[in-house]
DNA sequence: TATTTACACATTGTATACAATATACCGTAT
DNA sequence: ATACGGTATATTGTATACAATGTGTAAATA
């Protein structure tokens, strides 16, 4: 409550966000469980807040999918079956695509250079086999070409769908063996921009997908035979 | 409220989802105009509810995007710009290209036969020139197709998208001198589907959308000029 | 002993009360 | 006359109170 009484003086930002932050991070990072109970007087004393913005931040997760809501039980963390991941990643392939597309139609000189140090800079994490630097500096690189694509829209929903799979990508970048296919992948996919080759964009922005896709199936097959 | 405690009987429906869809009908038949605030004492009181309901339904029209929310002031009604648009139909036509394309893997014997029929229904709505029952028929020949992709979330977020499009769409479907042409499209893609014919289904679509798309913005800047 | 019913408790759904803040209008001073 | 400031009001943000409902447990009866 203090950081947020701090962030007050600069620009206003309601509970139900700081709420809804909290508990996103909560249910991506798997400390809140498939299947768990959101129960709004627990998390209300838990956050220190009333239940007003727990269900306002509720309301929100429901919409990303996160969450379900049952009719007089309340809302639980959204159990994510081998079908659901398929279904999102099938979808965010086709974006994924788009975004490219656009990229190589659209980037500007600014943002091929920041592109190139995104890369350089995922190079580097890399070497450092710290996996957080990894996903990190991975988001980066991807932000750039959502941002040259000029469609916040389809940002936002790329985005959406690029969170569901957090917990699962995390597993995937743990394992040292791939880190140099990753880095090939983001090279290929940064020179196929820079030279605004749209059909080899996509072609390399499928298989970083595709191959993730196998990943995160799999990874989700040990998760859900061990529950 | 009457309904509603009708429906309770059946199937419990909690008043903020009752308001939502009130408040989305609303908005996309244009009741409530772009940049019009929404009161909610002033909702609360016309809908026969409290405030929780209205403010809970609020946050979820801002996820959908057809509110936007300033601190300290409310929500008000999106603004649709002409860039906004375009770049929900950018998406949209991404997303409906990877549809029929599914369709045409997936549709299995008895949706084929619906589709027919739904072509059929349509084939006579527009025979009535009553725009409504032209945008119904419409609807139902593409809900077909979306469920025919076997991917729920796909479809529930290419309807999203197209919701927002809605009102201009219906300006678009009272022009009867489009009407041939739309008959003629659906007829393309109902054909493409049936032969499964991934190239075929994949272009009838995007001629479709791109016609609509024209319209949409020709109509986006009439509006915008008026004001 | 098993089953059914009733009651208590936990939890969500809804309404209202209270707090903080922005805006508009009016008065005063320069 | 205009600009600045203060106060009143309208509105959102947050907390709490009340209602409805589902669930679990215990007791009573077959």
Redesign the interface.
């Known amino acids: 409550m203090e950081d947020y009484m701090q962030a007050n003086l600069d ?4 509970l ?1 966000d700081l709420v809804f932050k909290t508990l996103r991070q909560a249910i991506l990072t798997g400390e809140l469980k498939p299947g768990e109970r959101l129960m709004e007087i627990h998390l209300a004393n838990k956050l220190g807040v009333s239940r ?1 913005p727990i ?2 931040a509720i ?2 997760l ?4 996160l969450v379900i809501m049952v ?2 039980k309340g809302a639980q963390v959204a159990h994510i079956t081998e079908k ?1 991941m398929s ?2 990643l ?2 965010r392939l ?2 994924d ?2 975004s490219v597309k ?1 990229a190589c139609e659209r980037i500007n000189d600014e943002q091929i250079e920041r592109l190139r140090q995104a890369y350089l800079d995922f190079e580097n994490a890399v070497k450092t086999q710290d996996a957080r630097k990894i996903a990190t500096a991975d988001v980066c690189f991807h932000d750039i070409i959502f941002e040259a694509c000029g ?4 940002s936002q ?1 790329v985005n959406n769908l690029a969170e569901q799979m957090y917990r699962y990508r995390f597993e995937y970048i743990k394992d040292p063996h791939i880190h140099a296919t990753l880095v090939m992948e983001h090279r290929s996919i940064l020179d196929a921009i820079v030279e605004r080759n749209i059909e080899k964009a996509t072609q390399s922005i499928h298989d970083h997908i595709a191959h993730q896709e196998r990943a995160i199936i799999a990874q989700l097959r040990v998760e859900n035979r061990v529950e």
């Open positions: 620009a206003f930002l309601p139900r007003t269900r306002e309301r929100q429901e919409l990303e999918g009719p007089r659901n279904d999102v099938e979808v086709a974006l695509e788009l656009l469609n916040p829209r389809l929903m």
